[in-house]
């Protein structure tokens, strides 16, 4: 499956992608910080473990950590602003 990067938080290593079917993707960095808005991000996201992900855009591995899928905007959201409050 392929998902756009929609949010890069920078300060605490997270992204956020948009899935095929539109549904919003918690991932934490766990390699490479080289990851831009609107950079596709290639691999399977229903896991809960680090697993290397191929980014679309520049052909480089990344490794990272689902925290959660087929999440809303608004989860998506409040999930960001809970880890960036602590």
């Given at each position: 499956?392929d ?17 095929e079917d539109g549904?919003?993707?918690v991932?934490?960095l766990q390699s490479s910080?080289?990851?831009q808005r ?5 691999g399977?996201f229903?896991?809960?473990?680090t ?7 520049n052909e480089d591995?990344?490794?990272l950590l ?6 809303t905007?608004e ?8 880890k960036?409050?602590?």
């Amino acid at each position: 499956m392929d998902a756009v990067v929609v949010l890069h938080e920078h300060r605490i290593g997270f992204i956020v992608l948009r899935d095929e079917d539109g549904g919003f993707i918690v991932a934490e960095l766990q390699s490479s910080d080289d990851i831009q808005r609107g950079d596709i991000i290639s691999g399977v996201f229903d896991v809960a473990q680090t697993q290397t992900y191929k980014n679309k855009a520049n052909e480089d591995d990344v490794d990272l950590l689902v925290h959660g899928m087929g999440m809303t905007e608004e989860d998506a959201i409040k999930f960001i602003q809970t880890k960036t409050a602590s």
